[in-house]
């Protein structure tokens, strides 16, 4: 098999767009074996996960926190009440806001996640050190994209082939 230009743009492996694309279905793969047992799909994990860490939340801080939009949101929420792992619940005073909780069984599922961050790291082969650099790095990236996006600043791309 040959081996990419590196000076080529264009070329599929100098694409870090792919290259993060096929470690998060890798690791999406992963975590669908590892929350089998718990019943809940990644999404749902994760705004358990938030829940778990934060209490009592509206809908607006939960989407803000996952990064997700309320359409992609209500329906995660929608699945995770009718399994009884959460309630929401309307504000008396603004009833626009939805305050979301988890329920003593969903607080109870957080002990049987508890080794999943371990079993992560385990299969990935990496140090716990390298891997919290590689979440920093991507936390830095994401921050970096997502402000970009918002000022369309201009950028010199000459040492970045095939981002």
Known sequence: ??????????ALDNQLCFSLYTASRALTGLYRELLGDLGLTYPQYLVMIVLW??????????SRALHLDSGTLSPLLR????????TRER????????RVTATPRGLA???????????????TDLTAA?????????????FSVETAASRRAPCDTAEAPGT
């Open 53 to 62: 860490e934060r209490g009592t939340l509206t809908v607006k801080e939960l």
């Open 79 to 86: 699945r995770l009440e009718a399994s009884g792992l959460l």
């Open 130 to 142: 390298q891997a919290r650099e590689l979440r920093d790095a991507l936390g830095r990236l994401t």
């Open 1 to 10: 098999m040959a081996h990419p230009d590196e000076g080529d743009p264009l």
């Open 109 to 123: 599922l957080r002990e049987r996640a508890t080794d999943i961050p371990g079993r992560l790291v385990c299969a």
């Open 91 to 98: 504000s008396t005073t603004d009833e626009r806001v939805v």
